[in-house]
């Protein structure tokens, strides 16, 4: 059960990267000179793409995805030795930061090493063959947790990437796996590394109804909050996108942010992002650089974790590739510096706060308050940068914008908001 999260992860910023990619060099060497940067951007929590090897048959493109693994215990050669790897992770631990990396155990390739030793462990179709649930996924194979043996092994590989100084991990599909599963092998890494992290990534409404529909495992998000200590967000995410591409009002997102807060355990964590490796960059989702700024803000100053995709510092436009030798191109517009503040900021929100958001949808305002016993943090976007007065429930006065220290007039209880985020504190007396 989760019900030992750390609250404190909702102030986390977790740094996804993916080590092909990275750099040209493609290695766990090549990422040490790049800690110290990292870091700076308010980085708690490096989250590693899949770095095992991966597979030869049926492999997609010339490099395969980092998804179809054969050997779950080791590293892929091309990145370096285990040794590079247990050398990073000293490194990211000596500036204070923690390792996760991501666990795939709904599938393996199908010249794994599981697939030939165990080929019990693994579902098959109707004449016998190996094959998968999931039609599109084509260079993987499925395992099939009605083997108490699978659930052994695979629980043994978390304790031992646990051993190596591994601090979490982020289950790729995780509810597509049995929840009994989740929770024992959370309760037993437990027993070896107090505090170890668990990220679910979550799935779509739609796509869990499809796997319903077939009689399959498919866990909704309060499920999963019974094992994992944070959960995507693609319950909203979709949502989101409706409201970038004009489909649906921003209220309409809105409310379903706010309806996270009673539907979800009370020490729920959703991880925020506005990209990741499976969707577009947010910089070629977004062409307007203010709005860029504003929905980059209001990613980091919801309630929950936040994630940066590696290159979206830089305003990547591309996803690289998941299957190509397909280097990050680190050339665009740093936002390095606006993040970091942003980092800041978060850091100032009391881990446990009465959490509210409130849409205008006639001037595309969000009005966002964290309100504590201490202080209330308002926090107001206006995502079109149309120029309107908004309700804030703090004393009429002046106050500081945190984000850029201009002062702020709050007459009769309203503010005036363009395309700048304003973010007030008021201490409580």
């Keep these: 059960m989760a019900k030992n999260t750390n609250l404190a992860l909702r102030q986390a910023i977790i740094y996804s990267l993916y080590v092909r990619n990275f750099s040209e060099e493609g290695t766990f060497k090549a990422i040490l000179p790049e800690l110290d940067r990292i870091k700076a951007l308010g980085t708690d929590v490096i989250w590693f793409l899949p770095f095992y090897p991966n597979g030869e048959i049926a492999r997609k493109g010339t490099a395969g995805s980092p998804y179809a693994i054969r050997d779950y215990r080791t590293v892929d050669s091309h990145f370096g030795t285990l040794e590079d790897f247990d050398e990073l992770v000293n490194q990211i631990h000596a500036r204070d930061m923690k390792v996760m990396i991501d666990i795939v155990y709904n599938h393996t390739s199908p010249d794994s090493l599981l697939a030939q030793e165990h080929p019990e462990w693994f579902y098959h179709k109707e004449d016998g063959s190996f094959g998968n649930r999931v039609g599109d996924w084509s260079d993987i194979i499925d395992l ?217 949808d006639e001037n595309d305002t969000v009005i966002l308050v964290h309100h504590s016993k201490t202080q209330t943090i308002a926090v107001a976007f206006s995502f079109k940068g149309k120029e309107s007065e908004v309700v804030v429930d703090i004393p009429d006065g002046y106050y500081r914008n945190v984000m850029n220290g201009d002062e702020i007039a709050v007459v009769k209880g309203k503010i005036k908001v363009s395309d700048q985020v304003i973010v007030l504190v008021v201490e409580q007396c």
């Design 144 to 360: 099939d947790y009605a083997h108490r043996e699978l659930w052994d092994y695979q629980i043994e590989t978390l304790k031992l990437w646990a051993s190596r100084g591994v601090d979490g991990f982020r289950c790729d599909v995780a509810p597509l796996i049995p929840l009994e599963f989740w929770q024992e092998a959370r309760a037993e890494v437990e027993k070896i590394k107090p505090g170890t992290i668990w990220l679910s990534e979550s799935i779509e409404p739609d796509f869990i109804k499809y796997m319903r529909s077939q009689g399959l495992t498919a866990l909704s998000d309060g499920e999963i909050f019974q094992a994992f200590d944070m959960a995507y967000d693609y319950d909203v995410r979709g949502l989101w996108v409706d409201y970038l591409e004009g489909k649906i009002p921003l209220s309409a997102y809105v409310d379903r942010l706010n309806m996270q807060e009673v539907i979800f355990p009370a020490n729920y964590i959703k991880l925020r992002n506005l990209e990741n490796h499976d969707n577009r960059r947010a910089a070629d989702l977004i062409s307007d650089k203010a709005q860029l700024l504003q929905w980059t803000a209001f990613n980091y100053l919801q309630k929950g974790a936040t994630l940066i995709y590696n290159g979206q510092e830089k305003q990547a436009m591309t996803v690289p590739s998941l299957f190509e030798k397909d280097t990050i191109d680190w050339a665009g517009e740093d936002l390095s510096a606006y993040l970091s503040k942003l980092a800041k900021i978060k850091k100032m929100i009391p881990i446990d706060t009465d959490y509210q958001l409130v849409a205008d």
